[in-house]
């Protein structure tokens, strides 16, 4: 039996979506002190405890693994949970992003993420071929596991990674067109259920994440290729909203946080690259929508992984 003090045991892989985009938050009312009145102080606060939020589940799915190795393959059978565990290192390599102000090493943090990164990757890939054939079907909860390495150039690029950060954003273009069109074909087909309606919403992650790459690359083309792509998705997104959260809350609200962050810090790279109005428009929708909504999502998953809900809701296995 489980109790509170052991709750460590069932650490479900579906918290690190939302630790995902309450860090990405935190960066985007940090980064947004450059080009509004916002106070610094708001971002560097939330930064701190995205961090602590992270640190700590963080912590205790590693000991839940080192405890039994094999629960790794159990918690992998549900797509949720592919997508939980590939954003772990995604968290991390945007920790790095975090801590670039501090320079405590950074490198080290954002090498690790990417390394972890594809070591996940594999697993979750394992996972997929040596699971049922409804297993390999497109999902956007792949977004995640073979899409993630567009986190990288956030910090990847500051740090003078800027090789690497473009070779990792050419590593996740190939899946990221195959999963957009395979889930799009699917998607005129098949409805997704209530339940997981949330999740057609982490397309517009990755799609703002390759914005802000290209654009802290200098590749013009490319950044408003996607810039404007982020755009369509953001908007049709906010028209469907009452479709995507009827039901309510279940834990695959998460999947709501990360694109909206991303979103939002792809608007702060835009006002200074001249889009004037449209990103200063974004950026406040982004945040006067996200945040609320966001915080809303941890408190609401916070609350059910105390009670023992959000393990048993999202399948995760016991250490």
Do not use: C, H
């Not at 701190?48 to 640190?55: K, N, V």
Request: glycine share 10%; aromatic share 14%; charged share 10%.
């Amino acid at each position: 039996m489980l109790t509170k003090q052991n709750l460590w045991r069932r650490t479900p892989p579906a918290i690190f979506p939302v630790s995902l985009g309450f860090m990405g938050l935190a960066l985007a009312w940090r980064n947004a002190s450059g080009v509004t009145p916002i106070p610094e102080e708001i971002g560097d606060l939330m930064l701190g405890f995205s961090t602590a939020f992270f640190l700590f589940f963080a912590v205790s799915f590693v000991a839940k693994v080192i405890a039994r190795p094999g629960v790794i393959f159990e918690d992998l059978k549900v797509p949720p949970a592919r997508a939980g565990v590939a954003a772990f290192p995604m968290a991390i390599m945007l920790l790095a992003a975090a801590l670039l102000p501090l320079g405590v090493q950074v490198p080290l943090v954002w090498w690790t993420g990417v390394f972890v990164y594809y070591i996940a990757t594999g697993v979750v890939a394992y996972s997929i071929i040596t699971g049922p054939p409804e297993a390999r079907m497109f999902s956007p909860f792949q977004y995640l596991a073979f899409v993630g390495p567009t986190v990288g150039p956030i910090a990847g690029i500051p740090l003078g990674y800027v090789t690497a950060s473009f070779w990792l954003l050419i590593a996740a273009l190939i899946p990221y067109i195959a999963i957009t069109l395979g889930y799009g074909f699917k998607l005129f087909k098949v409805r997704p259920p209530v339940p997981l309606r949330a999740s057609i919403a982490i397309v517009l992650a990755p799609t703002s994440l390759f914005a802000l790459g290209f654009g802290q690359l200098g590749i013009t083309w490319a950044y408003d290729l996607f810039y404007g792509l982020a755009w369509v998705i953001a908007i049709g997104l906010l028209i469907s909203a009452p479709w995507l959260t009827k039901g309510g809350w279940n834990p695959v609200w998460g999947s709501f946080t990360f694109p909206i962050a991303t979103f939002t810090n792809l608007q702060i790279l835009a006002i200074g690259k001249g889009a004037g109005i449209i990103a200063m428009m974004g950026l406040v929708g982004g945040l006067v929508i996200g945040t609320p909504l966001i915080l809303y999502i941890i408190w609401k998953t916070s609350s059910a992984w105390i009670r023992g809900d959000l393990a048993k809701k999202t399948g995760a296995a016991v250490a």
